[in-house]
């Protein structure tokens, strides 16, 4: 059995593989090769991935102890990835690449239509093409539903998208493509939105790493507007732990939620990350430099995680426990951190 990651050198992509070469199991079953795509963007880095024996080149024939193959190239590149799924028989594709980056996105709008939407469909045609594929699982985002207020009902994954900004609106139309796979081709797809993810290696334009890493450099904190804009937050661990289960039970053509009701807005955020790195005699105001919003910022996200609890899974680290290990992580390694100070 052979597993194909696509964007697996970054946050989530590389936390996931990590956690499968340590069992080397991928739906409760030995897998032969795991494969991982990735262009390495400024935010993703070959060092994320934690692996002995490694293949680095498509070229390079793996030796019987090498499980874990690493591939340099873009899934907009149609012959590197259909030589890929002849050459090493891939069953489940994993598909985490894309820009996640919002503020990114209204200044490189074009770049996330090419990179989220038109990568995806080169991807899972690539599939339909080499006609072996037994799951494609789609990573989207809690973004694609739009903006709630404090009054609405979480969103349920049958709700309406209304995405409003421009990375949200490629992951929707992303979603759009893969959906119709399944009614045109029969593909065995299912899509996975989530709330924001924090954790070790996550590159530090995201707010939780942004800011741990500025505190460690004794910098002031920028937060867009008023910093109410308020976001759920889910630890790593409890992600991928939730992939695992929807590889296994998931349901094809279904969309399932990740998600927690550990819900703050931005200046709560700051405030937790002070107490916890230089104290809580820290006055917040003083750490804190305001600057111009987003072009349009969403108020809010929530979402309702009731379908996925029903097939076994259940968040399991608390919010602050979780905060304290990414604290340590991002304390003890430098890891480029600095690119984005």
């Known amino acids: 059995m052979a597993i194909l990651i696509t964007g697996g050198c970054g946050f989530i992509g590389s936390n996931y593989i990590n956690s499968l070469l340590k069992t080397n199991l991928f739906n409760n ?3 032969d ?58 069953e489940y594709v994993v598909h985490f690449a894309a820009q996640t980056h919002v503020d990114n996105s209204f200044d490189n709008s074009i770049n996330y239509t090419i990179d989220n939407i038109l990568g995806t469909h080169q991807l899972i045609e690539c599939c339909r093409l080499y006609g072996n594929i037994k799951k494609f699982i789609h990573m989207s985002t809690d973004e694609v539903y739009g903006e709630l207020s404090i009054s609405c009902k979480d969103s349920e994954e049958s709700s309406l998208l209304n995405p409003t900004n421009p990375y949200a609106a490629t992951k929707a139309g992303a979603e759009f493509i893969v959906r119709s796979y399944y009614y045109s081709y029969n593909m065995p797809i299912v899509i996975i939105r989530c709330n924001n993810v924090y954790g070790e290696r996550q590159y530090p334009e995201k707010i939780i790493p942004k800011f741990i890493t500025l505190l460690k450099e ?77 072009n349009f ?9 009731t379908k996925l609890n029903n097939i076994g899974w259940s ?24 690119k984005m100070i």
Request: proline fraction near 1%; include cysteine; glycine fraction near 4%.
């Open 29 to 31: 079953k030995e897998f």
């Open 218 to 294: 004794n910098k002031k904190l920028t937060i867009h507007g008023t910093g109410l804009t308020r976001r759920n937050f889910i630890y790593i661990d409890d992600v991928v732990n939730a992939i695992n289960i929807i590889v296994a039970k998931g349901i094809d053509n279904n969309v399932y939620n990740i998600g927690s009701t550990d819900e703050y807005n931005v200046i709560e955020i700051a405030t937790f990350l002070l107490n916890h790195i230089k104290g809580s005699h820290e006055n917040i105001e003083d750490w804190i430099e305001y600057t111009k919003d987003r």
């Open 33 to 90: 090769y795991l494969i991982n795509i990735d262009k390495l963007d400024y935010c993703s880095s070959e060092n994320n991935v934690v692996s002995v024996n490694s293949v680095s080149s498509i070229s390079e024939e793996p030796s019987s102890t090498s499980k874990y193959i690493f591939i340099k190239g873009s899934i907009c590149d149609k012959e590197l990835l259909v030589l890929i799924f002849s050459k090493y028989n891939i």
């Open 315 to 338: 968040k399991s680290v608390n919010f602050h426990d979780g905060l304290k290990k990414t604290i340590d992580w991002y304390m003890n390694n430098d890891k480029d951190n600095k």
């Open 297 to 305: 910022n969403d108020f809010r996200y929530a979402i309702d995680t």
